[in-house]
């Protein structure tokens, strides 16, 4: 049994999508300007997906940010619509119960820095997505 559980870990581990094993925390990078998920956001929603449906009553939480160029209104519109594109994908392709859920949005607001340097402000065009069980269940007694 332990060897099971040993190589489903390994075989988990080695997806492009990283687990972590206590509470498993994504994040889903854009490009400058766009909501458009690209072939590395499509693998780490399907990572995060498989994951969830493993459990419906998962607790999920999406934050989207974004850098600061533009004008912070616009900022916050399109973290929001990122945040919403995010979240809606999830909840059309998974099993999880909405009243676990949540989406918030914080455009530049929550950042620490105004970075110069154009690929570290990269970094800041982000959804992040966390989600754990709602007993603190680790993944690995999941698999049990």
Not at 5 to 22: D, F, M
Not at 51 to 69: Q, R
Request: proline content about 1%; charged content about 25%; hydrophobic content about 35%.
């Amino acid at each position: 049994m332990k060897f099971l559980i040993l190589a489903i870990l390994v075989l988990l581990l080695s997806t492009r999508c990283q687990y972590k094993l206590l509470g498993i925390d994504q994040e889903l990078h854009f490009e400058q300007d766009s909501s458009n998920f690209n072939d590395d956001n499509l693998n780490t929603l399907s990572g995060i997906i498989n994951f969830c449906n493993l459990d419906s009553n998962m607790h999920l939480k999406v934050i989207g940010f974004s850098d600061t160029i533009g004008t912070n209104e616009y900022n916050m519109e399109l973290s929001k619509l990122r945040s919403l594109k995010v979240y809606n994908y999830i909840m059309e392709n998974s099993k999880l119960q909405k009243e676990n859920t949540s989406v918030q949005w914080f455009g530049e607001s929550k950042i620490s820095n105004d970075y110069k340097d154009e690929k570290l402000r990269e970094q800041q065009n982000l959804v992040y997505v966390s989600f754990k069980s709602p007993k603190g269940i680790s993944f690995l007694k999941m698999l049990k």
